[in-house]
């Protein structure tokens, strides 16, 4: 079993839709978990943070984290274009940060 | 705009070159970090410094030679590199470094796009 798994997508959303990305994590004791958003040809950037189970909200994005299950997702409310991207989902294993393979989401104008 | 500033931007070399990636931040972080990421692939740990110390090499093989000279700034010295060596590197940075710190958050600079020739 992968560290972090995604789906690689694509993942096509309309425009002002709810975008749903979900990642699953395989070690138990994992006790911080990341959301970063990478466009083309650009580095990752920081979406959100979240270390307690439930929803975290900022802005359009929340994040939903249940430890039990080893799942931790990202909505995006209110679809914009310029939310098409690689979302990257990274969880720490020991000392380190692991970064799952990234969904490609397409928002369709 | 990241506080994470990395030069140059664009490094194009010679498999016989000998080069370097600079990496400063002014966040006054305490962990920086270098990643290597190939296309469609997500990024790869390569070292982790901490408090100025190596801390993680994940066997990265020695034409790869991190530098950290003082707590703002990282280089990686680069020699002999072969072409599957071409990628993005990209440099990092947290608070704290740790699964139990509450300022593990990482931060990437824009990363250094290297082709090897």
Redesign the interface.
């Known amino acids: 079993q992968k560290e972090v798994e995604q789906n690689s997508g694509p993942l096509s959303v309309p425009e002002g839709a709810i975008a749903s990305l979900n990642c699953t994590y395989s070690d138990r004791?994992?006790?911080?978990f990341?959301w970063?958003r990478q466009y083309s040809g650009?580095?990752?950037?920081?979406i959100m943070?979240i270390?307690s189970n439930g929803d975290k909200e900022d802005g359009r994005f929340t994040a939903q984290l249940n430890k039990a299950s080893q799942y931790v997702s990202l909505l995006i409310r209110d679809s914009q274009p310029s939310d098409s991207a690689t979302y990257?989902c990274?969880v720490?294993?020991?000392?380190?940060?692991i970064?799952?393979?990234?969904t490609r989401l397409h928002i369709l104008p | 705009d990241t506080e994470v500033t990395q030069t140059p931007k664009h490094l194009v070399m010679g498999m016989t070159n000998k080069k370097s990636l600079k990496c400063e931040q002014h966040m006054g972080h305490r962990a920086m970090y270098w990643y290597k990421q190939k296309a469609k692939k997500p990024p790869e740990l390569m070292f982790v410094y901490s408090y100025e110390k190596l801390s993680i090499n994940e066997s990265v093989p020695s034409r790869f030679s991190p530098e950290c000279p003082n707590s703002s700034l990282l280089n990686l010295h680069l020699h002999a590199l072969q072409p599957e060596d071409s990628a993005l590197y990209l440099c990092a940075s947290s608070q704290g470094w740790g699964p139990i710190s509450s300022g593990n958050t990482i931060y990437f600079g824009e990363g250094s796009w290297l082709t090897v020739v």
Do not use: H, T, W
């Open positions: 004791v994992s006790q911080s990341f970063y650009k580095s990752p950037e920081l943070s270390y990257l990274a720490n294993r020991d000392d380190k940060i970064f799952g393979k990234g």
